[in-house]
């Protein structure tokens, strides 16, 4: 009796798993696009990733751009992302803010990381230390990346257009990040506001198809001028339930004037991007 017992238990852990996997598959299927790039639902904070071909076209070069919150839920958006893998190639950490790194925290306990780079500020606040402590005890390389810096990675480059040494306070030396994917590019504009943004353009080839829109979609970012020179195809804004006004009603209105397709993880979830051909296909997940 015993033995039939356990033998139905086994079963039905097996069943469970089989869906686990079966679900997995049908939300994230495995294309043949040599880039997706995800859009993470974490509250009101920035994180994505992006999964870039390597040079041998034999996996995927994991790089994730900031962390959102302590509490928004990062490791579930990377395990529906990963699956079981628990290594990230880099990091990116825009600018120590909790709303940008704390969720960081988790992943750096649970996650191999083979190396960070961040804007070359620090901070005293206490999560920021903690974050520090475990790059430290883990031995991951961290970088401070400078403007104009630019990290190589198979067909893939990441090119620093703000950090530290561009801007007057903590929002506006947030880094800037141009991701050229083999063509495909992608621009991660940080908390800058609208000033910075018109410095940026002056001053960089800043044209992109995806915008990771400044600031959660706030009222002082998003400079037309400046969104006509990216002239994204498509616009993402990061942001959750908040008492800010983000996203506000003026930065739609720009979006919309320029023709961008615009998406917020508040509204559609998790965002995914890939190549397809000569197109870029976009997919909301609204509970990852």
Known sequence: MKKEFNLLKSLILLLILLDVVIWYFILFPKSLSDFELYFLKVGQGDAS?????????????????????????????????????????????????????????????????????YNGEISSDSSWKALESLINIKKIPKIAILRDEMVNYGFNTIKALNSANFGPNTNNSALVLLLNSNGIKTLFTGDIDAATEVLISKSEDIGADILKVSHHGSKYSSDLDFLKKVNPKVSVIEVGKNSYGHPAKEVLDKLNLISSKIFNTYDQGLIKIIREGNDLKVFSYPNP
Do not use: C
């Open 49 to 117: 990733m992006a999964l870039l071909t390597d040079e041998n076209h034999t996996g995927f070069i994991k790089v994730l751009i900031d962390g959102g919150p302590a509490n928004g839920n990062l490791a579930l958006n990377l395990e529906k992302i990963l699956g079981s893998d628990r290594y990230i190639d880099l990091v990116f950490i825009s600018h120590p803010q909790t709303d940008h790194f704390g969720g960081l925290i988790e992943i750096f306990k649970n996650y191999r990381i083979g190396g960070v780079f």
